[in-house]
């Protein structure tokens, strides 16, 4: 099958040969310091191997398995987590919910936010529902899912029992300590285990993503294959033409260098947003540490072409954009011929809506490249599990080498404790 590819066509033209000589340089360096592993932050590097340790393994399997037999007794499942413990699976949830809508199982997300509004209808949902519950925290003490879980559990063993509620529960968290370990193991509960060389924002692989993937319906075996096939390219091919990862971090870099200080992940179906919000995460707390990185943000075209697209077109010229650019769908509509022709639409008629995208796509970018934004466009054969974790893995390589070309440490969010430190000095923990 085809891998995605990068298009920098529309960046280069920004960038002087001489910079790329120098940068090329720093790129292999941090490429080597990636694979070999001898890096800031090494410790939690385990991902990179990760979608061939599983293909290896009896997980899939097992994870299969255990949510067959849940899944003919429910309804809808609550994902307890937040920052990685959700944004990947919701990220490739949404980007393929309308594949699945026969699946029937209806996937909640709860703790990751302190909304009591949120949390409330939530509640007054699961009352109508049949559901099981994934919660997902290393600790188990991280404030937002463990307040939800306090609340969720409670709900759970009141409405089927203290034992049917146990094995509703399933827990994905470390492999010996911490709160929420404590609590599985006094329940009972079903649990997965967080690798710990495996940080939350790189964990979409490991079980963090796989048992809630699972419940909606995703092949995740594809998605691991997906994976396990852009890993072998990332991992063995160091001629930058050849490696997506690699013509990505250089990419983002050089413009970096020019002073094109934020980067926009640009998606033209707006299933991609929250794969977008995922993405967002993942390059933040990686490269935003002392005072450098790009700031990532996102947009959903052609809908913010009516509101941020006069910004990006004629405003200040301090980002670029990465367009996902989708070559096939599986679902579209076909627009048709009118008699009277009362829009004015009829030299449209027999063109789908996915090709007007694609000329859409095709105007914006050149419009934006025009008026001095670079684009850097990622090429996605299919929305599918395959080209979806091939992407995934993709990100999660270019960024540990954007960490390090950077000097920073890629697997750390030290700015994120900050706060958490704060929050308990005032509710007095």
Same mark, same amino acid.
């Given at each position: 099958?085809?891998?995605?590819?990068?298009?920098?066509?529309?960046?280069?033209? @920004?960038?002087?040969?001489?910079?790329?000589?120098?940068?090329i340089?720093?790129?292999?360096?941090?490429?080597?310091?990636?694979?070999?592993?001898?890096?800031?932050?090494?410790?939690?590097?385990g991902?990179?191997?990760?979608?061939?340790?599983?293909?290896d393994s009896?997980?899939?399997?097992?994870?299969?398995?255990h949510?067959g037999?849940?899944?003919?007794?429910?309804?809808?499942?609550?994902?307890?987590g937040? *920052?990685?413990?959700?944004?990947?699976?919701?990220?490739?949830i949404?980007?393929? &919910?309308?594949?699945?809508?026969?699946?029937?199982?209806?996937?909640?997300?709860?703790?990751?936010?302190?909304?009591?509004?949120?949390?409330?209808?939530?509640?007054?949902?699961?009352?109508?529902?049949?559901?099981?519950?994934?919660?997902?925290s290393?600790?188990?003490?991280?404030?937002?899912?463990?307040?939800?879980?306090?609340?969720?559990?409670e709900?759970?063993?009141?409405?089927?029992?203290?034992?049917?509620?146990?094995?509703?529960?399933?827990?994905?968290t470390?492999?010996?300590k911490?709160?929420?370990?404590?609590? +599985?193991?006094?329940?009972?509960?079903?649990?997965?285990?967080?690798?710990?060389?495996?940080?939350?924002?790189?964990?979409?692989?490991?079980?963090?993503?796989?048992?809630?993937?699972? @419940?909606?319906?995703?092949?995740?075996?594809?998605?691991?294959?997906?994976? $396990?096939?852009? +890993?072998?390219?990332?991992?063995?091919? &160091?001629?930058?033409?050849k490696?997506? +990862?690699l013509?990505?971090?250089?990419?983002?870099?050089?413009?970096?260098?020019?002073?094109?200080?934020?980067?926009?992940?640009?998606?033209?179906?707006?299933?991609?947003?929250?794969?977008?919000?995922?993405?967002?995460?993942?390059? *933040?707390?990686?490269?935003?540490?002392?005072?450098?990185?790009?700031?990532?943000?996102?947009?959903? @075209?052609?809908?913010?072409?009516?509101?941020?697209?006069?910004?990006?077109? /004629?405003?200040?010229?301090?980002?670029?954009?990465?367009?996902?650019?989708?070559?096939?769908?599986?679902?579209?509509?076909?627009?048709?011929?009118?008699?009277? /022709?009362?829009?004015?639409?009829?030299?449209?008629?027999?063109?789908?809506?996915?090709?007007?995208?694609?000329?859409?796509?095709?105007?914006?970018?050149? +419009?934006?490249?025009?008026?001095?934004?670079?684009?850097?466009?990622i090429?996605?054969?299919?929305? $599918?599990?395959?080209?979806?974790?091939?992407?995934?893995?993709?990100?999660?390589f270019?960024?540990?080498?954007?960490?390090?070309?950077? /000097?920073? !440490?890629?697997?750390?969010?030290?700015?994120?404790?900050?706060?958490?430190? !704060?929050?308990?000095?005032?509710?007095?923990?």
């Amino acid at each position: 099958m085809k891998a995605i590819s990068v298009n920098n066509k529309f960046s280069e033209q @920004f960038i002087p040969i001489e910079l790329n000589n120098i940068i090329i340089n720093e790129l292999i360096s941090a490429y080597n310091t990636l694979i070999d592993k001898t890096g800031k932050g090494k410790e939690f590097t385990g991902w990179i191997d990760t979608p061939k340790s599983i293909l290896d393994s009896s997980l899939l399997y097992e994870v299969n398995e255990h949510i067959g037999s849940l899944k003919n007794k429910i309804d809808s499942v609550v994902v307890i987590g937040i *920052g990685g413990s959700y944004l990947g699976a919701k990220a490739i949830i949404d980007a393929l &919910n309308y594949q699945h809508i026969s699946n029937g199982i209806k996937i909640h997300y709860a703790g990751n936010d302190l909304n009591g509004i949120n949390l409330s209808n939530l509640l007054n949902n699961l009352e109508r529902e049949d559901y099981a519950v994934v919660v997902i925290s290393k600790s188990g003490t991280t404030i937002e899912p463990a307040i939800a879980f306090r609340i969720i559990k409670e709900h759970i063993e009141k409405k089927y029992g203290t034992s049917e509620a146990a094995n509703r529960i399933i827990a994905i968290t470390d492999k010996e300590k911490g709160k929420l370990r404590e609590t +599985a193991n006094q329940n009972n509960y079903k649990t997965f285990v967080i690798p710990d060389d495996v940080g939350g924002r790189f964990s979409v692989l490991t079980p963090v993503g796989l048992v809630p993937l699972a @419940f909606a319906g995703i092949d995740i075996n594809e998605l691991v294959r997906g994976a $396990n096939d852009m +890993a072998e390219i990332c991992t063995k091919e &160091n001629d930058i033409s050849k490696n997506p +990862a690699l013509q990505y971090a250089m990419t983002r870099y050089s413009l970096h260098a020019l002073g094109f200080d934020v980067e926009i992940l640009v998606n033209y179906l707006n299933q991609l947003n929250s794969l977008c919000e995922w993405w967002k995460q993942l390059f *933040g707390e990686s490269e935003g540490k002392d005072g450098k990185g790009l700031f990532p943000a996102s947009t959903s @075209f052609t809908t913010d072409l009516h509101s941020l697209g006069q910004f990006i077109q /004629d405003g200040s010229k301090i980002l670029f954009e990465t367009i996902l650019h989708i070559e096939n769908i599986d679902k579209d509509v076909i627009i048709p011929k009118i008699e009277n /022709d009362f829009d004015g639409l009829n030299y449209l008629a027999g063109k789908s809506l996915h090709q007007i995208n694609k000329i859409a796509e095709e105007a914006t970018t050149q +419009a934006h490249v025009d008026g001095g934004v670079p684009n850097i466009t990622i090429n996605i054969p299919q929305l $599918n599990e395959y080209y979806l974790g091939q992407l995934i893995y993709m990100f999660e390589f270019a960024c540990g080498i954007g960490g390090y070309m950077l /000097d920073v !440490n890629p697997f750390d969010q030290p700015g994120v404790e900050a706060y958490k430190k !704060n929050m308990f000095k005032l509710l007095q923990y």
